[in-house]
């Protein structure tokens, strides 16, 4: 399946949540999931390591790419959603030049790797358009639910 087939029910969800709970709800959906999208590489990096396929230095620049992804989704939770947007559309640069042409494609599985750009710039985009970053209206959201 294809990431962004796959991204659609985390759009539909975060919309959801967004439209009939407060606002910050579906934002921290959509940033709990950059965090895990971000820590799957840990993991991956981790099982590699066991595995002899990756080094304690991967280990430790994946750990790194965790913190600075995690760091853009709260930015995005407590501040600007174009923190969110940010993290969400840089991280298919990570995917794909680290863990697909790059040297993580050992312990990478490309199953994930390359659904995972799609996945993650439709989930940047839908976050431009609904919190009214692009085009300036937001998608339907209640008033002051933030």
């Known amino acids: 399946m294809d990431g962004a087939t796959l991204a659609v029910p985390l759009i539909v969800l975060a919309f959801l949540l967004s439209r009939f709970t407060r606002d910050i709800v579906g ?3 959509l940033a709990i999931v950059l965090f895990a999208a971000a820590g799957a590489y840990f ?3 981790l099982l590699g390591r066991d595995l002899q396929i990756a080094s304690g230095f991967w280990v430790l620049g994946e750990l790194a790419q965790v913190i600075v992804f995690s760091t853009m989704a709260l930015l995005g939770l407590r ?3 174009w923190w969110l947007v940010a993290g ?3 991280h298919p640069l990570w995917d794909f030049v680290v863990h697909y042409i790059g040297p993580g494609r050992l312990f990478a599985p490309i199953n994930y790797t ?3 750009v799609s996945f993650d710039w439709l989930v940047a985009v839908y976050i ?3 919190y009214g970053l692009v085009g ?3 998608l339907g959201f209640r008033e002051g639910a933030i």
């Open 27 to 29: 934002r921290s959906l």
């Open 43 to 45: 993991g991956f990096a």
């Open 79 to 81: 501040g600007s959603s």
């Open 88 to 90: 969400w559309a840089l």
């Open 114 to 116: 390359v659904p995972c």
């Open 128 to 130: 431009a358009i609904a």
């Open 136 to 138: 300036g209206r937001r």
